[in-house]
């Protein structure tokens, strides 16, 4: 099966059906184990990216959250969002079909404090200078969860 031409077959279908146009496959051994796509539209959902929908399923499916060799078809190079998910589970490999120069003059998903273009930059900048207002507000009993959590974990 050729897994970028099904990622492609499964975006287009989604556009058809109201959807974004985004897909994801997650594949092992070069067979489809997991096929989403993007539900932010239908759902109102904004995490419900293909990345993320695959993720949530292929999780079920494996009872892990570790995707080590398995590879992820994508749509699109990935928002930081669907990035920071995928480093969690640690793919063998992302491969992706489109990058957004290609398709930004067709497809625009702009937000209140980021564009596509300038979101990575955003998300590395200082949270103190972020354009997303945030506020630190340390609390010493927040740090004994994270205590409690390595008294029982043993970590």
């Known amino acids: 099966m050729d897994l970028i031409e099904r990622t492609i077959e499964l975006a287009r279908a989604n556009v058809e059906q109201g959807g974004r ?12 184990f997991v096929e989403a796509v993007n539900l932010v ?10 990345e993320i929908c695959a993720i949530r399923d292929g999780s079920r499916k494996l009872q892990s959250e570790h995707f080590t060799g398995y590879e ?9 969002m669907c990035l920071a998910a995928m ?11 489109t990058q957004r120069d290609d398709y930004s003059k067709f497809y625009v998903d702009d937000r209140k404090y980021f564009t596509l273009n300038n979101f990575y930059a955003e998300v590395s900048k200082p949270w103190q200078e972020r354009t997303m ?11 004994e969860v994270y205590q409690r959590w390595q008294e029982l974990n043993g970590k």
């Open 72 to 80: 992820f078809y994508i749509l699109a190079h990935p928002c930081p």
């Open 87 to 97: 480093y969690y589970c640690s793919p063998d490999r992302v491969v992706f079909i």
């Open 41 to 50: 539209a239908q759902t109102h959902d904004p995490t419900a990216h293909a």
């Open 21 to 32: 146009p985004f897909a994801c496959i997650i594949a092992k051994d070069g067979e489809p």
């Open 133 to 143: 207002p945030m506020a630190y507000e340390p609390r010493p009993s927040a740090i």
